[in-house]
Nanobody, 122 residues
């Protein structure tokens, strides 16, 4: 069974830097798009950034110029480098990946991580 495991969340002061990582495990044949979403208390989950298997990226307007998404295809891992953090970036961050794996060999399946909390203090 393929799964995503996130790490790197925590408490940081405004203006600080934090890096999130998300590693996919299991018997994986390939991964299409990977991305990061976040959900703040009382708000809907929103896209933060995404990256295709070829490295094309997309960012929410609120994080452009501050966050950078990247991936290591050899390690089935996606990263989110966050700088210039603001209190409004406080949220649970979720990793998402479109995985073609042994558990569903005939199709690509969407997977989500368990979430990691990022708290930015003012």
């Amino acid at each position: 069974q393929e799964q995503l495991v996130e790490s790197g969340g925590g408490l940081v002061q405004a203006g600080g830097i934090l890096q999130l990582s998300c590693a996919a495990s299991g018997t994986i044949f390939g991964i299409n798009a990977m991305g990061w979403y976040r959900q703040a208390p009382g708000k809907q989950r929103e896209l933060v950034a995404s990256i295709t298997s070829r490295g094309n990226t997309n960012y929410a307007d609120s994080v452009k110029g501050r966050f950078t998404i990247s991936r290591d295809n050899a390690k089935n891992t996606v990263f989110l480098q966050m700088s210039g953090l603001k209190p409004e970036d406080t949220a649970v961050y979720y990793c998402r990946a479109e995985i073609w794996g042994a558990s569903t060999p005939s199709r690509v399946l969407e997977h989500w991580g368990q979430g990691t909390l990022v708290t930015v203090s003012s």
